[in-house]
């Protein structure tokens, strides 16, 4: 599909969701979860297998280059100068053999090639250098879509006394999606942050961002989120 065909499916989508935002209001839909008083930042599978170009999984690369990696070096600093806490989350299996007897893919392979994302193979799972953890980050092993199913997300975020979490990553029609809807279930108020969410297919994002912002979370620019780190220092600051 050619960026034109991709603009004007954009445009289009934009066209039935402004409708469809009517339909939703009147029907008590799309109120606002807020921000809470702790966020964490949770950026899911922008790991190399996703961000870098030549893996089945590769996502849109001018999105990818020119505002997901910008929107999260942005969100990265904010979070790091006001000391809170990130998770960097990645996927990978260690029996990719799709014929063997056990394997840690489940039923998975059989529907996408999640074989080729083998925990051997460090370089593929490892977290994009651009936007590599620095010391005091934590990075997250999944096996499945959502950052929570089978993981100890929950538990490390409530230790750290997190209310909100701001998703990033991809895509947006799984990983992302699922991890935001997972979040909300378990209590933590849930952040899509617009610009640092991608997907391999054109109009994922655009359908995927207003459903959840209608359904499962808010959807907030990478500035607007910064403006809120950067609000929570300066009351920090003024209660000292």
Known sequence: MSDVDAKELDRLLQQAFDTASK?????????????????ALVSVDLANAWTRPGNPFTCDQDKMDNEIIPGMQKLLKAFRAAHLPVVH?????EITDRNADFTDMGLWHNKIPVDVVDLKNKD????????????????????????FHGTELAGILRANNVDTILVTGVTACACV???????????????AVKECIGDRVPGAVAWNLF??????????????????????????????
């Open 177 to 191: 999606r699922q991890t935001i809807c997972d979040g909300i279930a378990d209590g933590f108020r849930t952040i």
């Open 211 to 240: 459903d959840i912002d209608a359904k499962f979370g808010d959807v907030h620019t990478v500035d607007e989120c910064v403006a809120y780190i950067d609000g929570l220092a300066s009351r920090k600051i003024a209660a000292e």
């Open 89 to 93: 989350v990645t996927t990978a299996y």
């Open 124 to 147: 593929l799972w490892a977290i994009d250098s651009r936007i590599a953890p620095v010391e005091g980050e934590y990075t997250l092993l999944k096996k499945r879509a959502s950052s």
């Open 23 to 39: 339909l939703y209001q009147q029907r008590g839909f799309q109120r606002r979860v807020g921000f809470g008083k702790r966020p």
